[in-house]
């Protein structure tokens, strides 16, 4: 029992150390490592396995809308990089660059890709002739390289994994039109597969993407009460076309500039799936994105019939389509039980001798730890059942936070009070002067979060200014 209890032990409480309850989880859970590349990490395969189901829930939904995958280079000459001001402008701190080849100097700097828009754009330009050839609906899985100052695994490193999706129209009214299609695909996957909740809307001109036209996002709240921008969209409008001169014939015979988008979800899912369901036992994973959704735990597996039970029961919930492991290992029952529930997997199924002589074995839910006998012969659909309802049971769990951490505040004194006192969102209304803007980030540490589209009317003035209030904000200090 000493070891049992020295595992759980291992992690810091979320209520004394939120930071390094994250850090203790993602490190014990064998989720990450640690690398002689300062700020990189190592995803380990209980972490790429959830990327992996990431990667396959988004894709299916990508092609389902039409897009097609494709793979760019890493690197990005300096020339084409610097062809859309706002763009480099907005990346220069974050480039890393390529100087040599060997041991050759090159004639011209590489930078590697911290984006790929002026890739796509250079691609566009050399495919893109004729109305004929549009749209071009592309996404590439890929890594991406920023050279962040402060890193923490998942959250921010300087080398990450995501995808890029780019596309290319004829019509603004087109790329408009993805852009929110592909905002509603990143806001329907999270609630319905992470079970996180979202707020959907735009971004200021302040926080929107370099060289974008509009960007927009999805923001969720974090166990803590900070915020995490969760997947963004952006329309360039045709900024990019310009700077690289896509055109196109149309029907007339006219030459016309292309419309684009661009939008990207990445790794940092990973750290939200933790921050979000996370408890002081490690992670809790929802049922639709957990690599193992179902382990077996055999209790006194030497005795006779115990694991030949054990497998039989595996190769049941297998061919319920249920992602099933079997910890045959020698560890005691009690450190496999809190292994278990430090990796987050949502149900494991136990077994003994005195369980299988009363033809029986018991269910025990990661989530509320709630324990079920059921006759062997119904595990499989009690599995079932139970997986649905944790999925649906983590899901509403993380909206009551929500909903229970934001605040609305109509003063200056209000918006002081509650962002020092009640972590969380805060909604409010803004004049949409950047002056305001500035004057919160500076005062509080916090920022607008977004410009949600459903709008109320708190009050008729600005937070901040007294002037007259044009939209209501999610504002909220942020990872």
Not at 73 to 95: C, N, Q, R, T, Y
Not at 275 to 300: C, E, F, K, Y
Not at 452 to 476: I, N, R, T
């Amino acid at each position: 029992m000493a070891k049992d209890k020295k595992l759980v032990e291992a992690i810091t409480s979320m209520e004394d150390d939120f930071a390094q309850w994250y850090t203790d989880v993602v490190t014990k859970a064998e989720l990450v490592g640690y690398t002689s590349v300062k700020g990189c990490m190592v995803i380990k395969p209980a972490g790429y396995a959830i990327w992996e189901n990431i990667q396959h829930e988004l894709d299916r939904r990508f092609k389902e809308t039409g897009v097609e995958n494709v793979y760019l280079p890493m690197f990005i000459p300096e020339s084409l990089l610097e062809k859309e001001k706002d763009h480099v402008e907005g990346f220069a701190p974050e480039v890393a660059w390529v100087t040599h080849g060997g041991l050759e100097p090159l004639q011209e700097r590489m930078c590697v890709r911290p984006t790929s828009e002026t890739l796509f754009c250079d691609l566009y330009s050399r495919d893109v002739h004729s109305h004929r050839d549009l749209p071009k609906i592309y996404n590439q899985w890929c890594s991406v390289v920023r050279w962040e100052k402060t890193t923490r695994p998942f959250l921010r490193s300087r080398e990450f994994l995501w995808q890029e999706g780019h596309t290319a129209h004829a019509t603004a009214e087109e790329a408009e039109a993805r852009t929110i299609q592909m905002l509603n695909v990143y806001a329907d996957f999270c609630e319905e597969v992470l079970a996180i909740p979202v707020i959907k809307g735009r971004k200021t001109d302040k926080e929107k993407f370099a060289g974008a036209e509009a960007t927009y996002t999805i923001e969720s709240l974090m166990h803590d009460g900070k915020a995490l921008q969760s997947g963004t969209s952006h329309n360039f409008g045709d900024g990019f076309a310009k700077a690289f001169d896509i055109q196109y014939a149309d029907k007339d015979n006219t030459l016309k500039y292309v419309h684009q988008t661009s939008w990207g979800m990445t790794t940092r899912m990973i750290g939200a799936l933790i921050m979000v369901h996370g408890d002081n036992s490690g992670l809790v994973l929802p049922p639709r994105i957990a690599p193992t959704q179902v382990m077996v735990i055999p209790i006194r597996q030497d005795a006779a019939g115990v694991m030949d039970k054990a497998l039989e029961i595996r190769e049941a919930l297998k061919a319920a389509d249920i992602r099933v492991k079997l910890d045959d290992s020698e560890k005691s029952p009690g450190w496999k039980f809190s292994e278990q529930e430090m990796r987050g997997i949502p149900v494991r199924v136990e077994l003994g001798p005195k369980d299988i002589e009363n033809g029986q074995a018991v269910l025990v839910r990661r989530d509320t730890r709630e324990k079920y006998i059921v006759s062997i012969n119904e595990i499989p659909a009690k599995a079932a059942e139970l997986l649905e309802e944790i999925q649906a049971n983590l899901y509403n769990k993380a909206l009551a936070h929500r909903n229970s951490h934001t605040y609305d505040v109509t003063t200056y004194e209000e918006f002081d009070k509650t962002v020092n006192q009640r972590p969380g969102f805060i909604r409010a209304m803004w004049c949409g002067c950047r002056e305001c803007e500035d004057k919160i980030k500076e005062d509080f540490a916090a920022t607008s979060r977004c410009i949600p589209f459903e709008q109320e009317q708190l009050s008729d003035v600005c937070v901040c200014c007294g002037k007259p209030a044009k939209k209501m904000v999610y504002w909220g200090r942020a990872y």
